[in-house]
């Protein structure tokens, strides 16, 4: 192909794989991980990769891939800087989207949720499982923050690697930790043929400990 255009103009027909009420699970939870586990086998790559969307101080939206850490009833869970772009948002409006595009399966999650970063301990808990050159790099950068050249960010690691060599512990810096997305809506998109996808949409009040209930959307 050498014309962009071909690629704008291509026309895939989804499979005849189906999603419906009967065979949904009754907790988006429990359906999110199944799916999960099926994107996992059927080789999608980085199947815990999702799109994080926020609002920034602005008032302007913002995105970026994030990787899914943890999820379970209390909702689902990523590791960042949290004075970053991201982190700064977020501070401003406590409520993101999480959108897992996987696309090769022709399916598509999109989570909304209120956001609350996770406590000291569980930040501790999934820094010290990273390798030691993860924690180098997280204290080395200043995540979104301008910096003059790359040699400048690749000094600062040389430095941190004398003062930290590998198998001692690099503490965890207090701006680097986690956030957990508690869902009150959660849309699992199966694309199926001729544009008639099906759309399931679990919601409930947010901050409310309700059941969820679940509607059909239109494709
Ligand atoms: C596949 C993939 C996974 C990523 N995982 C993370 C992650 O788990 N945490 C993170 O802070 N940034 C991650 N990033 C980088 C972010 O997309 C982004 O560049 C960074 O967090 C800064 O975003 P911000 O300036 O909007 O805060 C990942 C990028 C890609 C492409």
Redesign the pocket.
């Known amino acids: 192909m050498t014309d962009p255009r071909d690629a704008l103009s291509r026309h895939t027909d989804y499979g005849a794989e189906r999603l419906e009420e009967a065979g949904i699970a009754a907790d988006p939870v429990v359906q999110f991980e199944a799916w999960l586990v099926e994107a996992a086998d059927r080789d999608v790559y ?1 199947p815990n ?1 999702m799109v994080l969307g926020t609002i920034g101080e602005d008032g302007v939206p ?1 995105s ?4 899914l850490r943890g999820v379970d009833d209390t909702g689902f869970v ?4 949290q004075s ?4 700064r948002a977020l501070a401003a409006h406590p409520i993101a989207t999480l959108l897992f595009p996987w696309y090769s399966l022709h399916r598509q999650v999109i989570v909304t949720g209120e956001v609350a970063p996770v406590d000291d301990a569980e930040s501790d808990a999934y820094w010290y499982s990273r390798p030691h050159g993860s924690r180098v790099a997280g204290t080395a950068s200043e ?2 923050r301008p910096i003059g050249s790359r040699v400048d960010l690749e000094e600062r690691v040389a430095q941190l690697e004398q003062q930290y060599p590998e198998g001692s512990d690099v503490p965890r810096p207090e701006r680097w930790g986690g956030f957990r997305v508690r869902p009150f809506r959660v849309e699992f998109w199966q694309g199926r043929t001729s544009r008639l996808h099906d759309r399931l949409v679990f919601f409930r009040t947010p901050g409310a400990d309700e059941p969820w209930s679940l509607e059909r959307l239109q494709p």
């Open positions: 980085e990769a913002s970026r891939t994030v990787l990523f590791y960042t800087d970053s772009r991201k982190g995540q979104s």
